[in-house]
C-alpha cells in the first residue's frame, strides 16, 4: 500500500486501496490497447514525456505503482507517484464522463470486514462518500502542490524565504517534477544563497520588524505594513495561486489561514499579539492585533464573491469596534475578478466616512487576487502596473 494515510486505521486504508486498485487497473487495461502516448504517457509530467525510452520506463512506473497500491508492505508515496495517481483518477473520471462508480467497490469492501469496531464515524463517513474517482482526490491527497510546481518555482526564483518561511514548501521534495533546465537553475539558486547572505538578509529583517513601539501611530504604521505585505505577495508575487487556481478558489476561513501565517512570520518579535477568530460578545472578528492594554486593532477579512461583504465594512467592523472599544479597524477585501477589485474602489471612500461618522479609524484595503495582472513586458500603461 501506498503511505498517505497516517493516523489512520488499517481498515480504512485497505477499503480506500481496494478502490484505488480498481481504477488504476481499468485504467492499465484501456491503455494497453493504444499507443502509449495515446494514454499513458499523459499521465506524466511533460518533461518525463520527452525522455529518451520513456515507454519502457514509463510502463515499468506504472506496473510498479499499480503493485504498490495492492502489495500489503508500506511505500513512500513521492511526488511524482502523487502526480501520476491524480492524473490517473482524474483521466479515468472524465473520460467516463462520472459513469466510473465505486460505491458498490466501497459497500463490499466494508461488508466483508468488521467495520463497526475496526473504523471511527469521521471514516465511516468518508468512504460511504466516495463514489467517483473524483471524490477519491479529495481522500488521498492532502495538498496539491505537486500541480503548481510551476508557479511555486516562479516565486522561488523571486523570493525563495516567501516559497520557504511562508507557503513552507520544501521544492528539494519535488525535484523529480523539474525539468532537467530547471533542476540546474534551482542548484544554482541554492548554491547562491550560502549560509552567510541569508543570515545577513534575516538579520536585516528582523531589525526593521522589531523597532520599538513607542506610540499608537508606531503600531497603527507596523499593522498597515502588514497589510501592505499581504497585498504585495498576493498581487505581484504569484500569491494568488494559493488562493484561486485550476482546482477552484479557497474559501474564507482557507484565505484567513494563510494570512495568519503571514501576520505571524511579518510581525514576529514586534511584540504584537495576534489572535484570530474572537469573540467579542456581538460575534466573531477574524483577528485581533495587540500589544498591550493601549495599543489594538480588529482586522476583518471578507472575500469579494460574499453576496453582503459591503455590510462587512458598513456595520460589521463598526460594531465590533464599539463593543470592544478599539480605536483602528481594517477591513480587507480578497477580490478573485478584476471586476469586483474595480467596483470596490469607493469602500476606500466609505471608510473614510465611517471613521468620521464613529470617531474610529476605519481603513479598507481590496486585493486583485484575480491573477489577470500582466507580466512587466506587456504593460503599456501606468495603470497596468498594479500599483494604484
Do not use: W
Not at 494497453?32 to 504517457?41: A, F, K, P, R, V
Amino acid at each position: 500500500m501506498l503511505d498517505i494515510f497516517d493516523g489512520n486505521s488499517k481498515v480504512y486504508k485497505k477499503v480506500v486501496h481496494e478502490a484505488l486498485d480498481i481504477v488504476v487497473e481499468h485504467f492499465m487495461e484501456v491503455g494497453s490497447n493504444l499507443e502509449y502516448d495515446e494514454i499513458y504517457g499523459c499521465v506524466f509530467p511533460l518533461h518525463k514525456q520527452d525522455e529518451e525510452d520513456r515507454e519502457n520506463q514509463g510502463l515499468a512506473f506504472l506496473k510498479k505503482l499499480h503493485r504498490e497500491i495492492f502489495d500489503k508492505f508500506s511505500h513512500e508515496f513521492s511526488p511524482l507517484k502523487e502526480y501520476v495517481l491524480y492524473h490517473i483518477l482524474l483521466f479515468v473520471h472524465e473520460g467516463s464522463e462520472g459513469t466510473f462508480l465505486l460505491s458498490d467497490t466501497i459497500q463490499k469492501s466494508l461488508k466483508k470486514r468488521e467495520t463497526s469496531s475496526s473504523l471511527d464515524e469521521d471514516e465511516l463517513n468518508v468512504l460511504n462518500s466516495i463514489e467517483t474517482p473524483k471524490d477519491l482526490i479529495g481522500v488521498c491527497f492532502e495538498d496539491l502542490d505537486f500541480l503548481d510546481v510551476e508557479e511555486i518555482f516562479d516565486i522561488y526564483k523571486t523570493d525563495p524565504e516567501i516559497v520557504t518561511d511562508f507557503l513552507h514548501v520544501d521544492l528539494e521534495y519535488y525535484t523529480d517534477l523539474l525539468p532537467d533546465d530547471i533542476l540546474t537553475e534551482y542548484n544554482q539558486i541554492q548554491e547562491y544563497l550560502n549560509p552567510e547572505e541569508k543570515s545577513t538578509k534575516q538579520d536585516a529583517d528582523v531589525k526593521a520588524i522589531t523597532e520599538t513601539i513607542k506610540s499608537k501611530n508606531d503600531f497603527y504604521k507596523k499593522v498597515d505594513y502588514l497589510i501592505s505585505m499581504f497585498k504585495h505577495y498576493i498581487e505581484h508575487k504569484k500569491g494568488h495561486i494559493l488562493f484561486n487556481n485550476k482546482m477552484g478558489q479557497a474559501n474564507e476561513k482557507q484565505v484567513q489561514v494563510v494570512f495568519g501565517m503571514m501576520a505571524n512570520l511579518v510581525l514576529q518579535e514586534s511584540g504584537i499579539v495576534i489572535s484570530p477568530e474572537v469573540d467579542t460578545g456581538r460575534g466573531t472578528v477574524d483577528f485581533q492585533l495587540s500589544k498591550g492594554a493601549d495599543f489594538q486593532a480588529l482586522i476583518e477579512l471578507k472575500l469579494g464573491n460574499h453576496g453582503r461583504f459591503k455590510d462587512g465594512l458598513t456595520y460589521q467592523l463598526p460594531t465590533y469596534l464599539l463593543t470592544e472599544q478599539v480605536d483602528y479597524g481594517f477591513f480587507v477585501l480578497v477580490c478573485y475578478t478584476q471586476e469586483i477589485y474595480e467596483e470596490v474602489e469607493s469602500l476606500y471612500h466609505k471608510a473614510d466616512e465611517l471613521s468620521q461618522k464613529y470617531n474610529r479609524k476605519i481603513k479598507f484595503e481590496r486585493i486583485d487576487a484575480s491573477g489577470t495582472l500582466d507580466t512587466a513586458s506587456k504593460i503599456r500603461t501606468e495603470k497596468d502596473m498594479g500599483f494604484n
